[in-house]
Every structure is written in C-alpha cells, then in structure tokens.
C-alpha cells in the first residue's frame, strides 16, 4: 500500500475528528441552554448541527482535491487502497461505524455513485457486530432496597442542573405514586428492584429526558422522566413513562434530533434498542443526530430487505401528487419521493424551490407533526423489481429522475420517508371512534405546525398521514411556508348581490392571503367530517385564530409540543 493511501486517510479521518468536535460541541451547549432557558437559541444549535455535516464533507473532499494528492484522490482505482488504510485507523475507535459513514460520503462527494462498492467504500460495514464492550460507563444503577421513594430520590439527587428542583419532595411523591399504578404489586415490592438510567440526559426543544430502564427479578420496563424548566421556578419531573409504545414516540421520526453526549455512540443506541425494540437501528441513529448514520442503516436494511424477499416496487396507494411521484415496497415501511418533470398547472413553483422546502422542514422543528425525510442521490434498482405498471409511471411521469440502465433502473434523487396511511383512506375505512379521534388529532396537529410557525399550505386530508399510534402527521411540504409570511383575511362583504353570484372573487386576491372562512368546503367533500370537525376546530375557520398566533410567534414566545401526557398536576 502506497505511503500516500496511509496520508490520504488521515486527511480523511481529520476531517471527520473536526465534525466530530463540532457536534460535541453542539450538542454539550444543550445543557447550558436548558438551563438558562435559551430557548430561542436551540433551533439555531439544531440547524448547525444538521448543517455541519455537510459542511465538513464538502470542507475535507476540497482539502484533498487541493492537495498534492489531487490526482490520486480523483483516481477511483486508489481508493480499495485509502480504504484499507483507514480500516486500520478507525479501527480502536469508539465511533468506527459513522467514521465509515464519514468515508462514504468522502468518497461519493468525489466520484459518481456507479462506482461505488464494497472495494472502494463500506456498502457493508466491516465493524464487527458484537465487540467487547467500551468500559465507559454509559449508564448507573440505583437499587430501590424496597422503597420506591428512596429510588426516585436517589435518580433525582443524581442529575444536578445549575438551576434548582422546583419542588424535588413533590416531585418524587409524583414518580412513586406515578410507579404504583404502573407497576405490579410484586415488582415494587421487590428490594432487587433496579433503575438503570443513561447517565447523559436528552435534551430536545424545550424539554430534558432522563432515559433508562426499571429491572426486577421477571420483568423490566422503560422509565423515562421529562423534566421541564419553568423560569424563575426551577426545574421539575412533568411526568413518568414506563410505557414502550409511549417511549416510541417520543423517539419518534417526527420529532427534532436529540443533543446527548455519548462516548460509544453505538452503546446508546444499543442501549435505547432494548427499551424500544421496534425502531431500527436507522431511526435510533437518526434520533440523536446522526442522520447520516441513519442513511447508512437504512440502506443495508433496503438492500438485505431486497435480497431476502420478492417485493417489488408499487405506486404508494392514495391521491396521486400533483408535484410528487410516491412508491413503496408493501413488505418494508417507507415510501420513495421523487419530483415530477412536470407538475400540475395549479402547481406555480419549480423543482428548485420543491427541494427547499423539503430542507427546511429537515432543519425545522417538526413538532411530532411533520414526518422526517432523507435524501438520496442515485438509488440503483434491479429492473424486475418494480411491478411494470408502477415503472411505466414512474418512466413517464419523472424521466429525467428514473433512468433505464439495462436491467437496472437509475433513480437519480429521491426522499425516504415513514409510510403512513393517508388520512383520506382511513377515513374511509375508520369506525365512529376512529373517525372522531383522527378528525380530533387532525386539527391539533394544524395546530400545532400553526404554534411552530408553520403553515401547511395544502391541508387537504390526502397530505396528512396516520401512524402506527394513530397520530396524525402531515407529508406534503411544496407549499408550506411560514405561518408569519401568509396573510390571514376575512372575505370582504359584496357590494351588490350579483358580486357575491359571480365566478370570480369580487376582491383582489395576493398571492400569499389566504381565507380561513373557505375551509370548511375546501377540506372536507364528506359533509359530515365537516360538521364534526367544525365542533371540534371550528377556530381554525376564523382569520382572527391565526392572527392572533402570527402575534404570539412574533413575539417571540416558544411554544413546545410535549410528545407525551403530562402529570395532571403540571400548570
Ligand atoms: N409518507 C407517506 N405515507 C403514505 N403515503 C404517502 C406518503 N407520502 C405521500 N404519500 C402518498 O402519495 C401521495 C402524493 O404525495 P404528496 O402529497 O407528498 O405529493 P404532492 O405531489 O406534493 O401532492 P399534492 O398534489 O397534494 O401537492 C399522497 O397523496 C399519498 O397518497
């Protein structure tokens, strides 16, 4: 291996120690800022953390292109070499997997993706899948000895803040009656029982998590406490969670990324698997950060996906987009988005400012309302894996995206993202309870968006999706825009009744006014959606609702959206 293979992946491994330093950076500003209740400053950190990836990436590839390793950099045939030597770099690393990840993206920021494979990058990861453990403590053991007080006492005298507890005798009060509902008789009797909690807490928007487990003889479960800082007040436990599905959601794709500081990141999320075994791996990276990581999962779950089944490719089943072009494989749970060439007339933007809008809703604080997207660049298919009738769509609707190759089929860019059933369709299907509840999240999550400054644009039940846990999410993104640019108004009264009668407004319309008043009609063909939801969210049918919360965000005040039930004891 030539001396310069061995300089070259030292280039490459600085670069990623800068990114590296950079994210802890980032994210150790987050206890600072909870504390000081600097709200305003973390969606600025969380931009600045997304953003310093790709900023690094790019940083380091111009590093080496300028280099006097130039030429051999831009030569695919050295990089088996680089490769190899940086394999003995990262080797007693303790982030090996995403300085992998870090290499990828070296290497296709410098070279066209038909070259990539496992010689020249790590399609596949050659870190092994159980190694010895790091020996840094990840997380700490509190025994109850029998006393559930004595346990929720210890957790709490364990994480100190700059700022006091608000009230921590009340609080532990909380957690022990909070544990006696949760938990069986048997289990809260037993001295064995132990908290084993993640010694680093999770911060996100305006909240703190400690996260960690209860274990007793039989059985264990998540316990996770949010706590909140009320200023001037201190900081308080808001609720307890022992819940998996309710732990799942807070680790939701619809949420913004965690900042917590973690040596061994792949311990973390082993550690967060156990809790929630349900989320892959690519969404437990993705969850604290390290979207890229997630990528990366992601993908070798697709092609392991693809290689241990026979599912092909379909159209994702719903309204088909009038911008965007969605399919699916039915086995495996994400949808692909690719832009049209051409978009409906309605449709008054281009792809450049389609592709902004899906990158602002990336930086953004998704509220547990929008679902998270990744991007991806030239997606190699086999041709026999899509079903004919979704191909030929796909061919004809986006030919400068999907590309014919022989037998493979080149998708030159596209957005993963949850699938989720379009909120039309289960409508459709959902019983009275069903309907009530998914109109009822329906209009919290306009709501909410609404609080976060954002406005969907297109709020038609077919750019809403429901999950899993039956939440209401929207996925649209080519028409949001911020609730503070849209001008809300209020139709003006006709002048004479032949203006009210006729087909065009008898005002003059600005591009971004909008009219609460014709929602109803717009939203809802089904008469009866229409009716109940006014009962439920008739506000969002009036100029003066949104105007007010244009106020409040201009204001300055953060809102947060808890993505969990709160103690009903908390203001
Ligand atoms: N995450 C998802 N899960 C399930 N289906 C989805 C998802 N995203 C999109 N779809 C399906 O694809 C259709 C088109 O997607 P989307 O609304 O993003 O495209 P669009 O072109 O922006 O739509 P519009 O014409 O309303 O602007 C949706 O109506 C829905 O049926």
Redesign the pocket.
Known sequence: MPQSSDQIAQQILSGFDRYRRLFRDLTSGARARFEQARWNDIQEASTLRINAYEEQVQETADGLTQSTFGPQVLDVEAWPGIREAYIHLIDQRFDDELAETWFNSIFCSLHQHDQISDKTMFVHSTRPVSRPPSRIALTRGFISEGSLHDLAHQILSEYSFDVPWEDMTRDVEMIVTELQQGLPDWAQMDRGLTAEMVQSVFYRNKGAYLVGRLISQHEQWPFVLPLVHREHQGISVDTVITDESEVSIIFSFTRSYFMVECAVPSELIGFVKQLIPGKHLAELYTAIGFYKQGKSEFYRALIAHLANSDDRFI????????????F?LPGFN??F?II?DR??PS?NIDRAT?IEKYRLVKRHDRVGRM?DTQEFADFRFPRDRFDPECLRELLEVAPSTVIEEGDSILIRHCWT??????L??YLEHASETQTHDALLDYGKAIKELAAANIFPG?M?L??F?VTRHGRV?F?????ISYLTEVNFRVIPEPLYPEQEMASEPWYSVAPNDVFPEEFPVFLFADIRHRRQFAGMHGDLFEASYWKSLQAQIEAGQVIDVYPYRRAAATP
Do not use: C
């Not at 159209?315 to 969605?326: F, N």
């Not at 993202?417 to 379009?422: I, L, N, V």
């Not at 996925?475 to 028409?479: A, F, K």
């Open positions: 159209m994702a089943p719903g309204v088909r987009g009038m911008v965007m072009s969605v699916t994400t949808v988005k049209k978009f409906a449709k389609v679902a993202e949850r699938r989720m059933t379009p039309n369709i297109d038609l077919k750019n999706g999410v996925y649209d993104y080519d028409e």
